[in-house]
């Protein structure tokens, strides 16, 4: 019954060339997203093709982040007759209300030489299909249950109506590069998400403390990332960090209530490290304030100061209820909860500082050799690379 699929983008606060490379993104992102379609760009618009294929056109656009909604259309022909047009709309008007409900007819006319205005088509139109609706169908033009839009352009005349909402944000690729910690639990791969909801491109940076947190953790972190390209344009780069000998000097040269805090500056300056040289200018995690020992802001503050790099939590005000509820959303959630051990929860102290002082922190820190244990950790690391789920 449809022919196109009209996609529909957030332009506020759009201008000059930010627009265009915003579109050209969103374009790009589609163009993956449906590799065997063409996509039209016209009247300032974009439309996809449909072949009997509306479902799943629909759902391989859903995590295209930039789209806001998706119409699909009937399209007439421009020379056709009325009765075309009035049997469309009425086709549309069952499917968006099949139960019956209020409607209303708008109009565009692009193209003038069509021989009616844009108000008389509305109500040709509508006054033509009102016999063959029934009683349970009224006109109500102030607050109408659906509506429908015809638009005349020369090429054609399009009626459209049922709006899909779709997962807005900014195309992936318009907001820079960030690097996200994703350890295996519920709250990284969450806040990785909403990363990329911004346009943000990621690569992923895990902490792996082998032998004492086993290959099975790590499986579960690749998993997350494989769900996680889901969202990304393409696939998606898993920096696996050696962390066990920056583990145990931590342990060796620190006092004991501290471990986390020492932990969690070093997670950072690789973090920072592996940003730097992968061209990315944020680091993102999915601290969320209050949750655990770590995550106080006196901890947020020691911890911080040991890179210059910009940390973004976007989960820093959520609470767990909220986190778990999206991360059911984005499907990451049944990998998080299976049994893992993270290198956070190996050596962990009975009693965390939870106010650390940045003093003390920098104090213990002078008898570690933070570069060549950074460096050393590095040579021990790799990249896996987490192909897009097709
Ligand atoms: P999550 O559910 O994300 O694991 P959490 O509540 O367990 O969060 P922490 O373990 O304190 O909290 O970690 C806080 C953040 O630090 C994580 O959200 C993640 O961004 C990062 N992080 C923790 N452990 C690792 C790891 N092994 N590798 C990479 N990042 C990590
Ligand atoms: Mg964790």
Redesign the pocket.
Known sequence: MYQLLLLRYGELGLKGKNKGSFISKLEDNIRRALPDKEILSTWGRLWVPLDHDLEETVARLKNVFGLYSVSPVIECPRDGKLEDIADACEKVLRSSLPQGGTFKIESRRSDKTFPLTSPELSKTAGSMILPRMGKKYRVDVHDPEARIDIEVRREGIYVYGEKIPMAGGLPVGTGGKGV????????????AYMAMKRGVKVE??????FPY?SERAKEK?IDLAEVLTRYANAGIKLHV?H?TDIQMAIREKCREEYT?TML?RF?YRI?EKVAETRGASVI?????VG??A??TVESMYAINEAIRMPVLRP?CCFDKEE?VALAQKIGTFDI?IRPYE????IFLPEYPKIRPKLEDCLKMEESLDIDQLIDDALAKSYILHIKKES
């Open positions: 996200v910690m994703l350890s295996g639990g519920i709250d990284s791969p969450v806040a992923m940076i895990h902490f792996h403390s947190t972190v960090i962390f986390i969690r997670m973090a993102f995690s999915g601290e969320s949750q655990v770590s995550q989960l986190i998080s993270d290198c956070c929860t």
